[in-house]
């Protein structure tokens, strides 16, 4: 019987996951920004979330697509790209996003050189109409995290952060930076997926990375962030959705780990959530909802503005 033999063919260096859903013009300028890298070494994959028409895509031995039939938001659009990567490392890149012609090659350059970390944060920079707000509000949030974090930076500009330090500056912020990973995918399984039922998908992901690998930052603005009021979060006010995913992806980070001083910080944490949610609650006149919450935040952390916030709720004090 002849033996058929199996030829291993050897796959690209990185793969670009790029989630699309109805956006054809946005979505060609972050093609074509892909397709300008200095570093030639990649796949992209694009996944379709059941556009409509779908999504054209020029095809071909470096670009392929995965399309989803319905829409199944963001972060599975991810995980359903990192599932097909052949890549050694991982990339994602936003539909209304663009990269910079050097973002990949920093990128691997920087992992190459430094075999101990898991994956690099990008550094942002913010265009459009909005852009000069959105970097401002950026700049400010990125500088009170390095200085929590207080990473090393090396002699490639690179900085480098103890996986404990990180986790705790992350839980009071998570800048654009740190939702703009590369990193290796032999630690997606152990990291875990993104979470569809969380909407800071990426906020969450990016604290679950730091619990578990030591990451670095490249602090340069090569992740280009549209600001045009695309956005699909900005389209109407979802502040207590936000904050409901904020305390829900801290919720199960805290019922996840065994380690005493990450379970601290995170009870800390979700105690000021919860402050934060009875203060809103006594504003709107919701008085026993402010007890319950006074009481969820008093459980975690106990502090004396807390049992202040606590009285003014049963004297219905607003």
């Given amino acids: 019987m002849e033996r058929k033999t199996t030829v291993l063919t050897k796959g690209p260096t990185v793969s670009v996951i790029l989630p699309t859903h109805n956006r054809p013009e946005l979505l060609a300028e972050a093609i074509a920004s892909v397709q300008a890298q200095t570093f030639s070494d990649w796949e992209l994959i694009i996944v379709d979330d059941a556009s409509n028409p779908p999504a054209e895509v020029p095809c071909g031995d470096v670009i392929r697509v995965i399309r989803h039939p319905a ?6 659009s991810k995980n359903s ?14 539909d209304d996003d663009l990269l910079a012609t050097d973002y990949l090659e920093r990128a691997v350059s920087s992992l190459r050189k430094h075999p ?16 000069d707000a959105g970097q401002t509000a950026y700049d400010a949030a990125m500088e009170k995290v ?13 900085t480098i952060f103890e ?18 990973p590369v990193f290796r995918k032999v630690l997606f ?24 690998a030591q990451f670095g930052l490249i602090n340069r603005g090569l992740y280009l962030q549209r600001a045009d009021g695309q956005g699909y979060s900005s389209k109407r006010d979802r502040r207590e959705e936000h904050a409901h995913s904020n305390r829900l992806m801290k919720e199960r980070l805290l019922a996840g780990t065994s380690d005493p001083q990450l379970q601290q910080a995170l ?7 919860w402050f934060d949610k009875a203060w809103q609650q006594i504003q709107a006149g919701s008085f026993s909802e402010a007890r319950h919450s006074s009481m969820t935040s008093m459980n975690l952390a106990p502090r004396l503005s807390t049992v202040k916030l606590l009285v003014r709720s049963l004297l219905r004090i607003r």
């Fill in 71 to 76: 829409s199944k938001g963001g972060a599975a």
């Fill in 81 to 94: 790209g990192v599932e097909h990567a052949r890549g050694e490392f991982i990339a994602f890149l936003d």
């Fill in 116 to 131: 101990e970390l898991g994956g690099v944060f990008m550094g942002v920079k913010w265009f459009g109409t909005r852009g």
């Fill in 146 to 158: 390095l200085n929590f974090a207080a990473g090393t930076t090396t002699e490639d500009d690179l």
């Fill in 163 to 180: 996986p404990r330090q990180l986790t705790e500056a992350l839980l009071h912020s998570v800048p654009m930076a740190f939702q703009r």
């Fill in 189 to 212: 399984l152990e990291i875990g997926e993104y979470q569809p039922d969380i909407l800071l998908w990426d906020c969450d992901w990016a604290i679950r990375a730091a619990t578990r």
């Fill in 267 to 273: 009870r800390r944490s979700l105690a000021e959530l």
